[in-house]
């Protein structure tokens, strides 16, 4: 048995509430070295003549990644409590309890300490994201770049939509107007939450260097105008989530510049993080910024007054606009205490408001139920391009990394996780697929059939090209003509078959499987207790026959999604 | 090179801020095999000819346990941010670099998000105990047993003090006064800070049914006599530290009254966990309780009514009467929500307020620097016990457990432990070491010569005894000439060396010396930059002559502590 494999540390991916009533426990151990795992749990105050009552349960392999299987089982202590330990059994035999204390070979029926411990299951810290986002598919939109829909705001020197390639500071005139005229083709594909990158007043086209934050870009519309387009999402059972710019602000920031001008005279000094005066941007900034962009410079969210003011901000957005969601920008460069309060405060105004960090890396600790409700997964996006769009990674290895992530997280946060294959950030999917769009729609059917919930990048469903921004942020095509119609169809029929399909569902079941013989083909399983889906996906250009590992007589064969 | 082994996951142990500058880096790995660790790191968003630049630090083994080398390095990141990956050797001379994405052959200079990642050291996210709580040397009173010094206050059927062994429901007069005019004797032990177990309102000797949380229990004396103890303390740089029992209540605690009185019509009905009415106690509660105690029903800390109320208790207690700590009772059954309010409430009062968790167990989630300052660290009672008076470890064992405890915690939670070798709760040190003052001793030197502030029970400095609760309640005992005074003035000196040296500051470092043939001699070393002490405890009766890993013009030998 190798014992430097085996890991266990209550709380995190390793126990966890899965809701007010469940226990998730799991066990990691070398691929393949133990055959048998047992849970031995008990109330750490149940006693029947003078022993603990301790019970034995089976734990099972969930999923497996290149140097680990995870031993999973789900149980509803007694009383919301439990300690617990495990058996460990190799396939040599060798058996050996394995708990707080270390390995041992007896259970310590009377040393309560040397257990692990889930001491009480309490409700309110239970990770939940808000029930809807499971139901939901995004679209993300970058305003300026989707539709033109009223050309009196075009910012002045607009140029004529798509009439040139998009660069760090030319400007189409997309604006809400726009997205409103195209929300009944939104509804059309059938996607059913808009994530807008920022709307507030700021001086770039991409609008992430924050003016006022309390006000609408003019270029996009009013006030009146957004909360229509929101009355209209809502009639269309569509959800809007905002982006939030919180860990820097825009050099034109009212209070920056009051900085600028007053100096160290200036009340609002103690916002940002200023090393030395006079401030100067030049070869680098003597103030910390976000990378080392002059142009946005760093808010210091633990300042009191900065703190409410962006509270207020985040607040002001839910309460007045209806909105049902805050993307947050560069999420992990800012201060857990300030997240905490964040959700509080938005939580308190609409309870099922949804909260989405931007973390590009493994993100446990913004994930345990007092922060972010999911964040953007781009380990998910980096393994799925890896092996179906840039092939330097096998099948194996694929899975790998895929189980991989899904072990990292406990499953209520794997349910929600914000599934992407491109966004603003990166070059577009089908540019990443090097045009074949074959593999695109491979990434798009595995996506949308996978845990999680799925974003689409515009465009990318009618096929839209280009490369790391600005390629990325091209005018949105409508001239059908020029629209991959046959990719839009395939999109939208996957999108119906997720609400249709109880087993696609992001609580319902996933696991690979693993087809004899086909070192290519990915297959892999979604259901819940009734039913369930299978998916194969062929990413060679020959045609494959594969058998499936089951008897014909289990399955009732249903219409399938051609590709 | 045995990859199963290798662990690294970025914040809690692994990777933390050390204070606002300085980051800590832990690698775990099979011990003994790597030779060389290297942390390469930068800004992420640092860059020298489109190339990122990097640096090389080396790491080297600060500790070890059973299984594992823990590879530590300090460094303080450029601009407080940064992304780094392991470059391991092992002794066979296989090379690998180690990163968020896995092992990998080579650097992956293109790929930012293959790295791990500590985003940002947001100051207010360190983990930062209160400064005075390092120069700290505790004291926990049991009030009923330390000292009658009002006789007024005596409730009824109160028995001579010390008279009989202590029992569950008897009375002694344990009080305030008692405690005043015994705090030179305290300041002549060389204690500066006491623990208090509760001293609200209950029924009980213990105090731990809360009946009335705003009031104190009339036979400690009144709120006047509390704040001239309070007083008289911080006359004498003693810190006082209250008994917070908010993960239940008393039977009698009047909102529970009222639900056993109006039943399901109680306006208290949901501070409480009510599975059905009529409330009943037997065989076991129909209410949720601590253990199955039907004195003691469990509080719903998340109602947010009581939770004002418990919050406001917390607040009212420092505000009003200047106590300097809370000790949280059943601290690990409360939900971290509560306790994270908890925190931001009493520290809005009292910045440098001490916040000690009752948990037992491995206890990191609690010790993220947003809920408590420090956990009662019975993991090192267990293993001291173990080794010094129980003798069912052996010494390789017990330095493996020391070891295993601290790697698995960040240094700064390290310095503040709560390290206690018995209490209230257990049998008192010197029944634990069957009555041999040798191993009490040893013990004793040992405590108080580690890293993190000590605790002693009261007696223990003079050799009281006593099995698990209620034997180890028993009355103070003040003949002198019932007192060990030599283990007193062990134990003075002890405290007397500690404050004196700067080596056995909590924030020195510690490390484990191995004398050659010698397996039974513990030998550790505290250390600064300066200056370095050096324990040598032989656990066994018969003399030993140790050689030092020093050579003699190496060390200034100053005075040490015989036993």
Known sequence: MLKEAIHHRPKDNYSYAYDKDTLHIQLRAKKGDLNEVTLIHGDPFEYYEDKPVLHHSEMRIIRHDEFFDYWFIAIEPIRYRTHYLFSLKDHHNEQVYFAEKGFLQEIPYDIPTAYFKFPFLNAVDVFQAPEWVKNTVWYQIFPERFNNGDEK?????????????????????GDFEGVIQKLDYLKELGINGIYFTPIFKA???????????FEI??????KETFKRLVKECHNRDIKVMLDAVFNHSGYYFEPFQDVVEHGQNSKYVEWFYINEFPLKTEPIPNYDTFAYEPKMPKLNTEHLELKRYLLDVARYWVEEFDIDGWRLDVA?????????????????VKEDVYILGEIWHDSMPWLRGDQFDAVMNYPFTEASLDFFARGNMNLGQFKNQINHVMASYPQNVNEVAFNLLGSHDTPRLLTRCNDD??????????????????????????????????????????DESKQDLDLFHFV??????RKDEKSLHPASKFRFLTLEAQPRIVSYERSTEDESIIVVINPDDDEKVVELPYSHSDILISEGCQI
């Not at 075009?154 to 400007?171: C, I, Q, R, V």
């Not at 939208?492 to 078959?497: A, E, K, P």
């Open 203 to 213: 001086t770039t086209n991409h609008k992430y260097d924050t003016m006022d934050y």
């Open 437 to 478: 769009v074959q593999s695109a729609k491979q990434l798009m059917l595995f996506q949308l059939t996978f845990v999680g919930t799925p974003c689409v990048y515009y465009g990318d469903e009618i096929g839209m090209t280009g490369g790391q921004d600005p390629g990325c942020r091209k005018c949105m095509e409508w």
């Open 153 to 173: 705001l075009n910012p002045p020197g607009t140029l004529a939509w798509g009439s040139t390639e998009p660069e760090y500071d030319n400007f189409f005139g």
């Open 332 to 348: 992990n460069e800012v201060d857990h205490q300030f997240w905490r309060e964040f959700r509080q405060e938005v939580k308190q």
């Open 217 to 222: 870009d003019p270029q996009f519309g009013d």
């Open 492 to 497: 939208q029929n996957l999108i119906q078959l």
